[in-house]
C-alpha cells in the first residue's frame, strides 16, 4: 500500500483551502442581511453613517452627503470631530438601523425623510438613540441634508 499518491493530492487540497481564506472581505450592503436597495433614501443614509462611524476619514461619507453638509463636515476634518460637534453623537461601535414605518414610494419623490434607530457603545455604556435624516436627490442619488433629533 503506497501513501505518496494521497499526499500530492491533500496538500494540492489544503494549498488551496489557503488562498481562498485569504481574500479580502467581501463589502456587504446595507440593511438587514446586506439586501437594501441602493437607489432608495434609506441606503444612503445608512451608508452616510455607516462611514462616519466605521471609517478612519471622511472621504466615504462625504459621496452621501449634500454640498452643504459635506462643507460643514470639511471644516472639523476628522470623524470624532463629526460625531461629537456636527451629528452630537459619539459611539466607539454602533450598529444603524433604518425604520421599517418609512418604506414608501421614493421613486419620483426629490426629498425624504428617514428615522433611523442607533444602538452602541461609548466607553463601556450602552447608547440608544433616534435621529431623523433629511435626504435630498440629487442627479447622482440620495444625500444626506439634514439631521436632527426626533
Not at 69 to 82: E, F
Request: glycine share 6%; with cysteine; aromatic share 12%.
Amino acid at each position: 500500500m503506497s501513501f505518496r499518491r494521497p499526499f500530492p493530492l491533500f496538500s494540492l487540497l489544503f494549498a488551496l483551502f489557503m488562498l481562498t481564506a485569504c481574500d479580502d472581505p467581501k463589502s456587504t450592503g446595507a440593511g438587514k442581511y446586506g439586501m437594501m436597495d441602493t437607489n432608495i433614501p434609506e441606503y444612503a443614509a445608512v451608508q452616510f453613517f455607516t462611514h462616519v462611524y466605521g471609517d478612519k476619514n471622511l472621504d466615504g461619507a462625504l459621496q452621501f452627503a449634500s454640498p452643504k453638509l459635506a462643507r460643514l463636515m470639511k471644516s472639523y476634518r476628522i470623524n470624532r470631530s463629526v460625531q461629537r460637534h456636527v451629528l452630537n453623537m459619539a459611539f466607539d461601535k454602533v450598529e444603524i438601523k433604518p425604520s421599517a414605518s418609512n418604506a414608501g414610494r421614493n421613486e419620483f419623490a426629490k426629498e425624504a425623510s428617514v428615522s433611523l434607530f442607533f444602538e452602541g457603545t461609548l466607553n463601556g455604556e450602552v447608547i440608544k438613540d433616534l435621529r431623523t435624516v433629511k435626504l435630498v436627490r440629487m442627479n447622482k442619488g440620495w444625500k444626506v441634508d439634514e439631521v436632527s433629533v426626533n
